[in-house]
């Protein structure tokens, strides 16, 4: 009994060894297959990261500042801004509904004399709107991004901005359009300073209805009107008399921009006043 008894035990022990080794075994290759695996994870998500980053550096970071980016916009879909009106959301009107007249604004956010004129007549316009003379109708372009000499995104990565601001409210858009084409922010037009997010994200603090807006800023950085912009853009291109900015009409008629004295030197708000009413008549 004792010796049977004690082999037996030798052979128990014998076996739970065996079970033991072989279940340790088992876990062995379940830990090496786990950090295998791991591993594969690991190295593909390296891989996607990198892809991402050379996604993101195709497209400008962030800034739009590729023509692979818009061409990739143009399919998106469209989201109008809060505020517009027409079929595609195309129709930017500022100003009271019930005035008698409208002056049609036509212009290229990259536009050095847009930005002079603003400057030059840009109060005048808005005292007349508050006071209900006129309402505005804003036909802006993105042709200069399409000179081959100045070639760039600014243009329609400006006006993509301005969709966002114009989301939050008219006297957000008719503020920011005033400090994009400020002396201190508008940049030359050879530089394509506006196709960068974050150059038009630090011109938007100075807008108090924009300044810290997390919505606002998620939308340009997201490019969520980049669509919207591509077809305002579209439409100012169908304007058969428009041969450049910036060009304004008043009930479809066209106001002398510039001054008597010289080609692509806008009036002042002296000349301005007088022009307009003479169409008002």
């Given at each position: 009994m004792s010796k049977r008894n004690n082999w037996e035990n030798k052979q128990s022990a014998r076996e739970r060894l065996r079970a033991e080794r072989e279940q340790q075994a088992k876990r062995e290759k379940a830990r090496r297959q786990f950090v295998v695996a791991g591993a594969v994870v690991g190295v593909l998500a390296i891989a996607g990261g990198i892809a991402y980053g050379v996604s993101r550096m195709s497209d400008g970071g962030g800034d739009k500042s590729t023509s692979a980016a818009w061409k990739a916009a143009a399919e998106q879909t469209l989201v109008k801004p809060a505020n517009t009106a027409g079929d595609n959301g195309t129709e930017i009107v500022i100003g009271k509904k019930?005035?008698?007249?409208?002056?049609?604004?036509?212009?290229?956010?990259?536009?050095?004399?847009?930005?002079?004129?603003?400057?030059?007549?840009?109060d005048t316009i808005d005292k007349d709107v508050k006071d209900g003379k006129y309402k505005v109708s804003y036909r802006i372009g993105t042709f200069l991004d399409r000179n081959p000499q100045i070639a760039g995104t600014?243009?329609?990565?400006?006006?993509?901005?301005?969709?966002?601001?114009?989301?939050?409210?008219?006297?957000?858009?008719?503020?920011?359009?005033?400090?994009?084409?400020?002396?201190?922010?508008?940049?030359?037009?050879?530089?394509?300073?506006?196709?960068?997010?974050?150059?038009?994200?630090?011109?938007?603090?100075?807008?108090?209805?924009?300044?810290?807006?997390?919505?606002?800023?998620?939308?340009?950085?997201?490019?969520?009107?980049?669509?919207?912009?591509?077809?305002?853009?579209?439409?100012?291109?169908?304007?058969?008399d428009v041969t450049g900015t910036p060009t304004l009409k008043i009930d479809g008629k066209k106001l002398q921009v510039e001054t008597a004295n010289g080609k692509g030197v806008p009036m002042t708000p002296q000349q301005f006043g007088p022009a307009v009413a003479e169409h008002l008549k």
């Open positions: 019930d005035a008698r007249h409208t002056l049609e604004v036509y212009q290229d956010m990259r536009c050095p004399i847009c930005s002079v004129f603003e400057q030059n007549v840009g600014g243009s329609k990565n400006a006006l993509s901005a301005l969709g966002a601001a114009l989301n939050v409210s008219p006297e957000a858009f008719s503020a920011y359009n005033k400090a994009l084409y400020s002396k201190a922010n508008h940049p030359e037009e050879t530089k394509d300073d506006f196709s960068k997010d974050d150059v038009l994200l630090k011109v938007a603090q100075q807008i108090p209805a924009l300044k810290g807006n997390a919505q606002f800023e998620k939308n340009v950085k997201d490019g969520t009107f980049d669509k919207w912009a591509l077809e305002v853009s579209d439409t100012f291109d169908k304007a058969k």
